[in-house]
């Protein structure tokens, strides 16, 4: 991603590419096949702490890889929270990323267990504060994503240079909006060393055997104007209950999608999205870059 062969989020994690899953299921199935292709699978940590273990031992039965527990700190009581987090120590999982709460919370705690700790932010302000609190990584969620995308809207365009320039000694990943490679080359030109991908990968092969069939439909059916914020202090972004009704017909069910739903009309295998991704890495950019520099040379100003 940088000039540098050397990719922070690929060193911190001991990963081979700098991609890292959303918090998108508990489930650990799609999470081992993320982590098997060289990205960062994750898991869900919504579950109880008896389930939660057996997620962990189930994933590790499908890939050595290295992956990520997500823990939602608002969600629950601190008890719950607690009691999830002791799960993820004793089971010494390589890494968490914590998000919707104070990364005060968790952060020395598992890194006193050398657990890698991310921090999901959605402010310069917030990013201060996970610095404060010594996390490892910051994930910076826009407005457009499909996650916990905090009160004040800020779009991807500004929130990832912002975030880089105000800490740039902390690698940075950008959360959502990406479903290709074009939007991969565009977060990495604006100062993000990865990505972490949630809806992409909610239409994948593998996940229509995570999620139920009415989410890829609403995904794939979706334009630039499917999805709204849901109301609540972290705020997800999800489909508009009247675009889920003409897709579903008279049904109240609706789904967690970031705006980039409406780049997604396939549903390939993870390795396909994978492949697409990064092949070719930055030679779009260096396209972009020399034509710029084209238009700019055979211009006069006149
Ligand atoms: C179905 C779904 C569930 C999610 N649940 C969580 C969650 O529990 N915790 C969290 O930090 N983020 C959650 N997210 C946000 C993702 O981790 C990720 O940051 C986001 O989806 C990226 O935006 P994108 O969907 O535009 O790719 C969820 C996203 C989706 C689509």
Do not use: W
Not at 6 to 21: D, E, Q, S, Y
Not at 84 to 102: D, F, M, N, Y
């Amino acid at each position: 991603m940088s000039e540098d062969s050397v990719n922070r989020v690929c060193a911190l994690f001991g990963i081979r590419l700098p991609l890292v899953m959303g918090a998108i299921t508990p489930r650990p199935q799609l999470g081992a096949v993320v982590s098997n292709a060289g990205g960062l699978g994750c898991i869900e940590g919504i579950s109880s702490p008896a389930k939660l273990r057996e997620q962990i031992r189930s994933f590790r039965t499908l890939s050595d890889a290295p992956f990520s527990v997500n823990f939602p700190l608002a969600f629950g009581d601190r008890a719950l929270v607690e009691a999830r987090a002791q799960v993820a120590l004793e089971e010494k999982v390589p890494a968490v990323i914590t998000s919707a709460g104070s990364p005060k919370l968790l952060t020395a705690t598992f890194q006193a267990e050398g657990i890698r700790v991310a921090h999901v932010i959605a402010e310069v302000a917030h990013a201060h504060k996970a610095a404060e609190a010594g996390v490892d990584a910051l994930i910076a969620e826009p407005t457009e994503s499909g996650g916990y995308r905090g009160a004040n809207e800020i779009s991807m365009m500004v929130l990832i240079p912002a975030v880089a320039r105000a800490l740039p000694e902390l690698p940075l990943i950008a959360a959502g909006t990406v479903a290709d490679r074009a939007g991969l080359v565009a977060v990495t030109a604006l100062g993000a060393e990865g990505v972490q991908l949630g809806t992409r990968l909610v239409v994948t092969r593998e996940g229509a055997e995570v999620f139920p069939d009415y989410i890829h439909q609403l995904i794939l059916a979706a334009d630039d104007t499917s999805t709204m914020s849901a109301t609540g202090p972290t705020r997800p972004r999800v489909s508009r209950p009247e675009f889920a009704e003409r897709v579903l017909g008279n049904s109240k069910k609706r789904a967690q999608m970031g705006q980039v739903a409406a780049l997604i009309h396939d549903v390939p295998s993870v390795a396909e999205v994978i492949e697409e991704l990064f092949a070719g890495g930055p030679v779009h950019a260096q396209e972009v870059a020399a034509s710029l520099q084209r238009v700019a040379a055979g211009n006069t100003g006149k």
